[in-house]
């Protein structure tokens, strides 16, 4: 099956860098939410909590949005393999949805100074839903590349071995 993306180790590099920026404009503009490393974000939580900064909210529903969407993404990935069609291009594709949307948001309603607004948490959780589609994909089909996120890995193939 041929793919739109070159296979082999060079292929994540896009999207690692996409996820690093991702994940540090989230963190810089949504009061330390981490987008692509969620779990990261229980750090961040307890940081945010203790001295009262804003940005608890998306930092508690990141990881439970981020395993509903691999959850997801894995269901769609399979019902596009029983119909024999090609899923890696299909769920980038998907990925860049939530990140166009993530992207708008920032710009019309940002800068963002309370965390635990709706216009942050939305914009926060939409990003992080980008983030989930890019694990799971990359961890269904790119499983030997190196991986593009790291502090999610564990919890993303978690999601998807409950649908295996």
């Keep these: 099956m041929d793919h739109v993306l070159p296979p082999g180790p060079a292929m994540p590099l896009l999207p690692s860098v996409n996820a690093g920026f991702v994940d ?3 963190f810089l503009a949504l009061q ?3 987008t692509a490393h969620v779990t990261g974000n229980f750090v961040t939580l307890g940081a945010s909590i203790v001295p009262g900064i804003s940005g608890a909210v998306a930092k508690l529903l990141a990881l439970p949005i981020f395993c509903h969407v691999v959850i997801l993404v894995r269901l769609f990935s399979l019902a596009l393999s029983r119909r024999m069609l090609r899923s890696l291009e299909p769920l980038l594709a998907l990925k860049a949805l939530p990140l166009m949307i993530g992207a708008v948001l920032a710009i019309r309603l940002g800068p963002f100074a309370n965390g635990d607004g709706w216009s942050a948490v939305v914009t926060g959780i939409t990003l992080v839903a980008a983030m989930a589609v890019q694990n799971a994909a990359h961890r269904i089909y790119l499983a ?3 991986p593009t996120t790291l502090m999610t890995g ?3 193939q978690l999601m998807i071995d409950l649908l295996t």
């Design 144 to 146: 030997s590349a190196p």
């Design 154 to 156: 564990t919890t993303t």
């Design 32 to 34: 330390g939410l981490f």
């Design 24 to 26: 540090t404009a989230g």
